[in-house]
């Protein structure tokens, strides 16, 4: 009886163990679903005067520890949570993408029997317009062009051996084989030929397709906002896209990033399908054909290419070379849209690359031989608040690359989704018509009026190609080279020029030039004011709102190992730049994205206070320590010392268009500087005030103008006696400086690498050894305080190819 009645005990409590874990088990299913589906939205969207509480996101995150910020972010609220707390207001005219565009049901209006307001996402990404994107593999497959290529390469192959045999036939007498061998052979190496000729194909073909664009897009808006808070675009240049596109649909658009972070090539597609623009064939390097984010990235429309693209050195690889030109051929033939990054790989220093005008060529050779009538080049510029990449701080002390992995792409996407990278921005520029620039190229080529236009020919120093990326190789043909050359220089400047100011390019800029030692918020604040007001009108701010708040917010985002906080007892904030030589160089890429604009002043800057040293009884004078009683200088020799200066600084930054003519932009700079009160006037200038301006005016419509042969101009407006006439202004020393720390590190670096080179004319020594040495030699002394700047490998890079260039010249 007992053991009966146990039995039955035994028994309830398994049942109701049982039956409460089930019942448990329900619970935390429904609660998950409740939690996973927007039911609550959904209720709460139906019934508004219901007022639900649809912010679940706080149980959900104790609820799922987990997957805390990953899962939080998949079943986010749209509206509360596109925006992270405390992200700057995005500036006037531009859209987040983050907020979905009107494809989700939300816009223009809102009607309740739209299915896409209650699936904001899914309807987001299903309803983009779909394109079709036929596959250009194939196409290449058949192409005579290849058939001859695999030929010649078989052919080449052939006479190598042949020159081999011959060689091993003088030395041990052997007797050469006989035709019938030579014929099979031959053969042989045919096939082989036509094997390497499919894999190449195979491994560069893109497989776009139109329903991973939308699943990618659904992914990346859950995801993107775990890491930004906004993708910023302008909604004026989408129109204009939007228009050019639609206006010439057989036209294909040319999309020409300037290169920052891996996250490029998917953010452009993403922005691009998102306002129904169809997606472009991305190049991409090798280095990305990593397991599956190689296939993924092939078929969001990547074609890989290899970066070095002749193996050997001095032998041309006949084959590849047919296969690229004729793969980008057929894509344009067939109306694909096509994305290639002009500087080859991501900026290292934050400034520009010098372009690699490889792929540009294949397009323009592609006009050129009427396989496409026309097509629009589109300057992309993009640009990040914080790198998501992290930073190029190894390779610019010296250290190699670690390259592309599965492991270290996951690694990187996992540190990424749980770190905070503020803003990004993406500009899209107005395109212009291959058509119409080489028809302005060709006319300044025969032109002998514009004889002071930039032609690459004229350079003292060539610039040596670069081997190092396929993009520096020239695909295709030689007499292009000078057309290529000055639309590649053009795409870039125009790049950077509209490249949006992010918060911390602000910030960075300004302790680095202004604040080096260190300054109170309030007064850095002050300064990126004045900053703004500089700017405005200029350059896009991709940012708005109060500066205090900017430079603490940017300060937050750049962190502490960048930027140190301290409090004094007063409760004062003061900001300081880390002095270590790492913090320096990552700092500098984010100011450096400033240094291109202000380069023309800065140079101006430095050369004046040279001249004004030099005329001062021609005694050695520091203008900074000793600014009484120096005399002025002409404004003529300050324009002729500058270009001089600038001849050198060529080799780092792209000044002026290949349209543009120097001296016509130092004008306009040296305006900017004397409108500032950097640079003074006579006090007994008769001039009007006005006149700088107007002057000023005349300049830019000069410059700007094709046409104008501004040449009688400029020469009247010079001081034809080189008496005098512009003089160093006490008042604004410190402004004076500034300007002159943008480009310090540049000539510091310089001078370090020429102080260096001595110890070549004894020793002999690779290329990376006299890097790792100038490298030591200047991170020597930046620890030890002599000198204040970090150096960049690039900028020591450039150095040494410009004195290994001197030699052979
Ligand atoms: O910056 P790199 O040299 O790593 O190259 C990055 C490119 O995206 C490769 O296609």
């Known amino acids: ?62 609820f799922n520890t987990m997957g805390n910020e990953l899962l939080t972010t998949l079943r986010r609220n749209v509206q509360s949570e596109t925006k992270q707390p405390n992200a700057l207001t995005h500036a006037h005219g531009t859209n987040n993408m983050l907020e979905l565009t009107p494809h989700a049901g939300r816009k223009p209006y809102h009607s309740m029997f739209d299915w896409g307001v209650y699936f904001p996402f899914l309807a987001q990404c299903l309803r983009i317009k779909r394109f079709v994107y036929p596959q250009v593999s194939g196409a290449v497959q058949d192409d005579l062009m290849i058939q001859r290529a695999i030929k010649q390469a078989a052919e080449q192959i052939v006479r190598e051996q042949r020159i081999e ?12 084989s006989d035709i019938e061998t030579e014929a099979k052979n031959y053969q042989d190496i045919l096939e082989s030929q036509e094997r390497r000729a499919k894999s190449i194909l195979m491994n560069m073909r893109s497989t776009l397709n139109h329903y991973l664009i939308m699943l990618t897009s659904w992914l990346l808006y859950k995801l993107l906002p775990c890491f930004l808070s906004g993708v910023v675009t302008h909604t004026k240049q989408i129109e204009t896209l939007k228009k050019a596109s639609e206006r010439a649909p057989g036209i294909p658009l040319i999309f020409l990033p300037l290169h920052r972070s891996h996250l490029d090539y998917i953010m452009v597609t993403f922005i691009l399908t998102n306002n129904d623009i169809r997606s472009p064939l991305v190049a991409a390097g090798d280095n990305l054909q990593i397991p599956v984010f190689g296939g993924l990235l092939r078929g969001l429309g990547a074609f890989f290419i290899k970066r070095k693209i002749d193996p050997v050195v001095g032998k041309k690889d006949i084959l590849y070379r047919a296969i690229l030109q004729q793969y980008i051929q057929h894509a344009l033939k067939m109306s694909h849209n096509v994305e290639f990054f002009i500087e080859g790989g991501r900026t290292r220093t934050g400034k520009p690359c010098m372009p690699k005008g490889g792929i540009l060529s294949v397009i323009v050779n592609a006009f050129m031989d009427r396989s496409i009538p026309d097509a629009l080049l589109v300057p992309v510029s993009v640009n990040y608040e914080r790198l998501v990449d992290g930073n190029f701080v190894r390779e610019q002390k010296g250290e190699t690359k670690v390259p592309e992995s599965f492991w270290k792409a996951m690694a990187g996407i996992w540190k990424t989704l749980n770190s905070k990278y503020g803003l990004m921005r993406i500009d899209f520029n107005e395109p212009y018509s291959i058509k119409e620039l080489v028809q302005s190229y ?25 081997t190092s990326s396929l993009y520096g190789t020239d695909v295709v043909c030689e007499e292009h080279r000078t057309l290529i050359d000055s639309i590649s220089r053009e795409v870039v400047y125009d790049c950077a020029s509209a490249t949006s100011v992010m918060s911390t390019n602000a910030l960075a800029f300004l302790m680095l030039t202004r604040f080096r030692n260190g300054a109170l918020v309030t007064d850095i604040a002050r300064e990126l004011d004045v900053l703004r007001e ?8 991709a940012f708005a ?5 900017i430079v603490n917010y940017s300060c937050d985002l750049l962190g502490e190992v960048l930027i140190t906080r301290t409090q004094d007892e007063r409760g004062q904030i003061y900001l300081r730049p880390v002095p270590s030589i790492e913090a320096i160089i990552e700092l500098s890429y984010y100011s450096n994205m400033l240094t291109p604009y202000f380069a023309l002043q800065s140079v101006l800057m430095i050369t004046f206070h040279e ?38 600084l060529r080799y780092e930054f792209i000044l002026h268009k290949p349209t543009q003519i120097l001296s016509n932009l130092l004008e306009i700079s040296l305006d900017e500087l004397i409108m500032n009160g950097l640079i003074k006037l006579p006090e007994n200038n008769d001039e009007p005030e006005c006149n700088t301006e107007s002057r000023k005016i005349a300049r830019n419509i000069a410059a700007y103008l094709e046409d104008t042969d501004d040449s ?32 310090a590190p540049f000539s510091h670096a310089y001078l370090s690498v020429a102080q ?10 690779l290329e990376s050894e006299f890097i790792k040495f100038v490298i030591n030699d200047i991170s020597n002394k930046v620890n030890s305080g002599a000198c204040p700047y970090g150096k960049y490998r690039s900028v020591l890079l450039n150095i040494l190819r410009t004195h290994i260039l001197i030699k052979k010249l």
Do not use: W
């Open 611 to 648: 001249l004004l040293t030099k005329t001062a009884d021609e005694k050695i004078t520091d203008t900074f320590a000793d600014p009484e009683n120096l005399p002025g200088i002409s404004r003529k020799s300050l324009i002729d010392a500058a270009i001089a200066n600038c001849d050198v």
């Open 756 to 765: 260096s080179l001595s110890i070549l004319y004894r020793n002999s020594m």
């Open 534 to 541: 500089r700017l405005k009108g200029r350059k896009d701010m």
């Open 712 to 743: 009688e101009y400029a020469e009247s407006d010079y001081n034809q006696d080189e008496k005098p006439d512009i003089f160093l202004s006490h008042d604004t020393l410190t402004e004076q400086k500034a300007i002159c720390e943008v480009l």
């Open 1 to 62: 009886m007992i053991t009966s009645v146990l039995n039955f005990v035994q028994g309830a409590v398994e049942m109701s163990t049982i039956g409460c874990v089930e019942l448990a088990s329900v619970v935390l299913i429904v609660y998950y679903i409740y939690a996973k589906t927007r039911a609550i939205e959904i209720l709460g969207n139906l019934f508004p005067n219901l007022k639900l509480n649809i912010d679940y996101r706080p149980s959900i995150v104790k």
């Open 165 to 176: 045999t011959h060689r091993t036939f003088k030395m041990n007498g052997e007797t050469s």
């Open 442 to 466: 060709n006319k300044i080529a025969t032109d002998n009026s514009h004889f002071k236009v930039y032609k690459p020919s004229e350079r003292t120093l060539q610039h040596n190609q670069s």
């Open 545 to 549: 709102g109060d500066s205090l708040h």
